[in-house]
C-alpha cells in the first residue's frame, strides 16, 4: 500500500491536502499535533502520525526515543501506522484528535514555553554583562533532576520558599524591562500557589 505524508507545518495541512491530487488507495497521514484527523478529507484510507518531538534543521533527534500518537479512519490503515511507530520510534499510542490537542498544548509549555524561558535567563544575564552561557551548567542540572525526580518534585527557588524579600528584589532589578516584570509576577504567583495547595 502506497503512503503519502504530510510532514509539514499545521496550519499547511488542510491547504496540501485539499490541492494535491491524491489516490483514493493511498494511505494519506499527516504529523500535526494541533490538526484534526478530518482536516485530510477523506473517509478512508487516512491517518495521523504524530511525533512527540521537536524538530529543527542541523538537529535530527534519535527517533526511537519518540513516541508517536497515532490515529485512522479505519482499522487497516491504524494497523498501519502503529507497526511505523513500532519500527522507527519508541512506540506508537492511540490517541483521537481532541486528545492530541490537549497533549500538544502540554508539549507547547514543556518545550516552546521552557526554551523561552531559558532565552529570557540569557538576555537577563546579559543586559547585567556576563556570558549568557555560565547559565548553560544550570540548565542542564535543571533537565537532569527534572527527568529524573519529575519536574514537580525538582522545583526550588524564592516562590517555593516563600521569599518575600528576595522576590520584591528581584522585580526592582527588572525594571528595565516591564514585561519581566509582568512575567516574574505571573510566575511566581503561580509557583507558590501551586505548591500552597498542594502542601495541604
Known sequence: ???????????????????????GH?????????????????????????????????????LRKVPFFIEATDSRSLTMLREIGDS??????????LQRRHLHVAAVFANNFANFMM??????ASAAGFDPALLHP?????????LRNGPASAQTGPAVRHDHGTIKSHIELLSFSPEYQKLYRLVTRMIAGHYKRNSR
Not at 504524530?50 to 533527534?61: A, E, H, M, R
Not at 532565552?119 to 537577563?124: K, P
Not at 544550570?138 to 527534572?146: D, H, I, Q, S, V
Request: aromatic share 4%; proline share 5%; net charge negative.
Open 119 to 124: 532565552t529570557t535567563g540569557e538576555n537577563i
Open 138 to 146: 544550570l540548565m542542564e542540572e535543571t533537565m537532569r533532576k527534572a
Open 26 to 62: 493511498t494511505l494519506t497521514v499527516h504529523t500535526a499535533g494541533s490538526v484534526a484527523l478530518s482536516a485530510l478529507g477523506r473517509k478512508s484510507n487516512a491517518g495521523v502520525l504524530y511525533p512527540l518531538q521537536t524538530f529543527t534543521k542541523g538537529f535530527p533527534p534519535d
Open 88 to 97: 522507527i520510534g519508541a512506540g506508537a499510542w492511540d490517541c483521537d484528535s
Open 1 to 23: 500500500c502506497d503512503i503519502l505524508i504530510l510532514a509539514v507545518t499545521d496550519t499547511a495541512v488542510l491547504e496540501i491536502a485539499s490541492s494535491v491530487g491524491i489516490p
